[in-house]
């Protein structure tokens, strides 16, 4: 049964393997410019928690701001780079029973001694084991291909899409992406509707779990901040702000989305009070809502969780219902 799983599905493990070769002959070289750019800036005694003086921020503001225009670009190729799970549980995981049962090869497949059971099993067990291994070097590499963008940006590793792309995380997407593929296969037997279901399931519950599961992943913390002054606290950057705006002592919210970071004395350069446009009464402050950087491996570990719990949930159905396939 093992040799038949390799002879079956063979040609299908050189194409990725090929696709991975050609990712990563692509990635490489970027990511070593990235990585020779951000040592020539100096960057890496930017991002040092320790207390710098106002011309060396100044500095450090202006190299951020020169990487980021360098490499801002490549943003628009992490979002691409987030497909790849799902392209594994389309071409490995749907076709693996829609196939079978289109094309009818399951009826001679479950009746020369191997029962169904088994043949579950074994297919999915290797598909789950392959698509691990994948899915582990494809982490490793893009944690690596990505630090020197998470440590340029503001959000750090806890942001939008560089979450996704690096960490454990790609074994939990690629693996349920897989089951998903292989348990709507079992439901509509056919190999098109099969990678239509898991393509619209995936993107659906990776949204639905990013955008309302993730930040509640441990309660938000807040902080303020005076609008006169220095601005930011120190060691803010890499923290994942869910929420931020300017608020009267009262604690009102005044303007959201937004903050005030005024000179000493409080008054702009034409002598007007600093943030009189907004009616801001004396004592207003910055507000934000947000997870702090050093909660990435904690919230890798429980999306993680959530995907793998949910993919051994499909893969246990899926074979449910390979039994009752006529």
Request: with cysteine; net charge positive; charged share 15%.
């Amino acid at each position: 049964m093992i040799w038949l799983t390799w002879r079956q599905h063979r040609k299908q493990a050189f194409y990725t393997l090929l696709g991975f070769a050609a990712l990563a002959a692509l990635m490489v070289p970027i990511g070593l410019s990235m990585r020779h750019t951000f040592a020539d800036l100096g960057l890496a005694e930017c991002i040092r928690p320790v207390a710098i003086s106002e011309a060396a921020a100044e500095t450090c503001n202006a190299s951020f701001h020169r990487f980021s225009n360098q490499y801002g670009s490549l943003n628009l190729v992490a979002v691409l780079l987030i497909t790849l799970p799902v392209l594994v549980g389309l071409f490995w995981g749907a076709p693996l029973v829609a196939r079978e049962v289109e094309q009818g090869t399951h009826r001679f497949a479950w009746t020369q001694g191997v029962g169904r059971n088994r043949w579950a099993l074994v297919k999915f067990g290797l598909v789950g084991v392959a698509t691990v291994l994948l899915a582990v070097c494809y982490g490793l590499g893009m944690s690596w291909w990505v630090t020197p963008l998470t440590q340029a940006a503001q959000e750090g590793r806890l942001g939008a899409i560089v979450f996704d792309l690096q960490g454990i995380a790609p074994i939990g997407y690629t693996l349920f992406a897989v089951a998903l593929g292989i348990f709507a296969g079992t439901v509509w037997k056919r190999v098109l509707p099969a990678m239509g279901i898991t393509l619209v399931g995936f993107i659906g519950v990776r949204a639905a779990v990013e955008l309302l599961a993730r930040p509640h992943y441990q309660p938000a913390r807040t902080q303020t901040f005076p609008i006169e002054g220095a601005g930011i606290p120190e060691g803010n950057r890499g923290d994942w702000v869910l929420s931020m705006g300017i608020r009267n002592p009262d604690g009102t919210m005044v303007a959201e989305d937004t903050r005030i970071q005024c000179p000493p004395g409080g008054k702009g350069p034409d002598g007007r009070v600093c943030g009189a446009e907004l009616g801001l009464q004396p004592g207003a402050y910055n507000w934000e809502l947000y997870q702090p950087a050093d909660r990435f491996w904690l919230f890798q570990g429980i999306e993680t969780g959530i995907f793998v719990a949910l993919a051994l949930l499909l893969l246990y159905l899926a074979v449910r219902r390979v039994r009752r396939i006529a």
